[in-house]
């Protein structure tokens, strides 16, 4: 069945280093693919989505491609900030089928 | 765009109290909505989902039960709540195969 399977957190970086995420995929057919964010206390939010192989997500410096060979969706930014401390979840478009989330921890 | 409103934000019961959690949704008609929760440093957990009115799926077995009483309305309840009903709780619409999902601002449900 599908599946996602995402990094174990947690993960703690200095202000302005590169993070990557890990996101791998068990999918039938040809799902979109999302990260979301949530902070402290709050919903999930969309941060950035893609819809096809080869997509490249992108939204307030993070970024995400959709790679099929390696039916992947791995969460980069090339230099994190304080307030980009949260838990990130990956996600199918097929319903109900989210990672386990990130949690991210910036330290300045 | 469809927005989610979930309320209370923060509750604290007694075990064995009654519970009623209640989510209205605006921007869209017959939406796929969602509960979900989250436990303390965990992921989510899905509870019910509804395809519309009166029509309910439980994926796990609990104390907890769902209603959808209108089109845009999606009530979470129980009769006695338990100490592990604890967590965070979370409303959601399915907004498509191309646009993923939209959240509430959680519930943080603490039964003593």
């Known amino acids: 069945g599908d599946s996602v399977t995402q990094m174990e957190g947690p993960v703690t970086l200095s202000e302005e280093a590169f993070l990557t995420i890990n996101c791998t995929y068990t999918a039938t057919g040809y799902p979109s693919l999302f990260w979301y964010v949530q902070y402290p206390g709050e919903g999930l939010q969309l941060l950035l989505k893609a819809t096809k192989a080869d997509d490249k997500g992108s939204n307030k410096g993070f970024e995400a491609t959709y790679r099929k060979e390696t039916t992947s969706f791995h969460l980069e930014k090339g230099s994190v900030q304080v307030s980009d401390s949260a838990v990130y979840f990956c996600a199918l478009s097929n319903q109900f089928y989210f990672g386990t989330g990130t949690s991210l921890t910036v330290i300045p | 765009s469809q927005t989610i409103h979930q309320w209370p934000a923060t509750l604290v019961q007694p075990v064995g109290s009654p519970l009623s959690l209640e989510c209205t949704v605006e921007?869209?008609?017959?939406?796929?909505l969602y509960w979900y929760r989250q436990a303390a440093g965990r992921g989510l957990q899905l509870l019910f989902y509804s395809v519309g009115i009166g029509q309910i799926s439980s994926e796990v077995p609990q104390n907890l039960s769902a209603s959808r009483p209108q089109d845009r309305q999606f009530i979470l309840s129980s009769k006695k709540l338990l100490l592990s009903d604890s967590g965070f709780y979370l409303c959601a619409c399915h907004r498509g195969t191309n646009y993923g999902y939209t959240f509430g601002s959680g519930t943080r449900l603490t039964v003593v």
């Open positions: 921007g869209t008609s017959n939406p796929n």
